[in-house]
C-alpha cells in the first residue's frame, strides 16, 4: 500500500520506519533540511539492541500527497496550520489521525474525507536528530473509526498489522480517547510542573496526595465516578511501568517547546465550564503550564 505520512517527528519517523517494510511510504516534512537528510541518509531506528536503517522518500508537506492512506503525526497544535493541507487530499482517502489529548476532534467535525480514524499510540519514541528515532517503548496502536464504515477501519488495520508493531481495533473512538486522557491528564500536567519523574508520583506521598486530587477532578468532569478504581489503577501501573521516563510535557517545557496542555487539561477546563463544575486543580494546572509556555518567549 502508498502510505503518507504527515510530520517527521518521534511517531511520525518511528512509524515511517516499521511500515515501510511492507509498504511504499512517504514522509512528509516541514522542512526542505529535513526532506533532504532523510532522503539522502534513509531513517536509522534504534532499538534496544539494534538499529535498523530505512530507505524512506521523503517529501515537502506542501507538495500534493497521493497515497492510499495517510497517517498523520503532528501535535494537536500544528493542525490548524495543516488544515487547508489536508483539505486537498482527495476525499475517498482515509486519513488516521494519531494525536494525544481530545483537542483535534474540533478539527474533524468540519472534514469532508470519507473515513476519518483516530488512534491512540502506546508505543515510547523519541527523535533524535532530522532522520534518526528511538523506540523507547513498546506497545500498540490503538484505532478507531470516527467517520466511515467498519469494514474500511479492518480493512486498515489488518493492512498495517505486524508482529513486532501490532494495531488493535477499538469499537468506541471516544472511550478509548478518554482512557489515554485521563492517564496525560493526571500525569503530564503534575510531573512538567513538579519537574519530576513519573514514578516521583507515587513514591513521593505529597505528589501522591495531589495526583489523587487531579484524579478525582478528572472524573468528576468526564462522569467516570463508577469506574474509579479502575482508571486509579491504569494511572498508577502506567507511573509504575514508566516510573524512570520524564512525561512529553516535561520534556516539551525543558526543551521550551509549546506542550499539548489545550488538547489534555483544556479540553477538561473547557468541559467543568460547561457543566458549571469547579476545578481548582485543574485550573491551577492548566494556568501554571500555559505559563510556564508563556515564559519561554521572554529568555
Ligand atoms: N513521542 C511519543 O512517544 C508519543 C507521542 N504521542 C502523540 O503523537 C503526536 C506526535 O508526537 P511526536 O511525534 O512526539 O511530536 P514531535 O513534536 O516529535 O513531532 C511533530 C512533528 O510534526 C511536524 N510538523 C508540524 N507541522 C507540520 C506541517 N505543517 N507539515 C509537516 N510536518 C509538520 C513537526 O515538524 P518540525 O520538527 O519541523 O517542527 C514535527 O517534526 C502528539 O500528539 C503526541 O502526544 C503519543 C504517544 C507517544
Ligand atoms: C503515558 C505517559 C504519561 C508516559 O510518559 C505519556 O503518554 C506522555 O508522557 O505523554
Known sequence: MKIGIIGGGSI?????CYLSENHQVTLYCRTINQVNMINQCGITLQKKDSSILSNIHAKLSTER???E???????????PELLPILDKIPQHIPLLFLQNGMGHLDYLQKMKHDNILLGVVEHGALKISLSTVKHTGFGTTRVAAYKGDMQKLMAIKNTLQMSNFPFEIEANYNEMLIRKLVVNAAINPLTALLRIKNGDLLSNNYYFELLKEVFQEIIQVLCLQELEDTYFASIVSICQSTSNN?????KDILEHRQTEIEGIVGVLRNKAEIQKQSVPFLQFLYTSIKGMEYKRWDE
Not at 12 to 16: A, D, E, M, R, T
Not at 70 to 77: A, D, F, S
Request: aromatic share 12%; charged share 10%; net charge neutral.
Open 12 to 16: 511520525g519517523l518511528l512509524f515511517s
Open 65 to 67: 500527497v497521493a497515497d
Open 69 to 79: 492512506l495517510v497517517l498523520v503525526t503532528v501535535k494537536q497544535y500544528h493542525l
Open 246 to 250: 520524564y512525561s512529553s510535557m516535561l
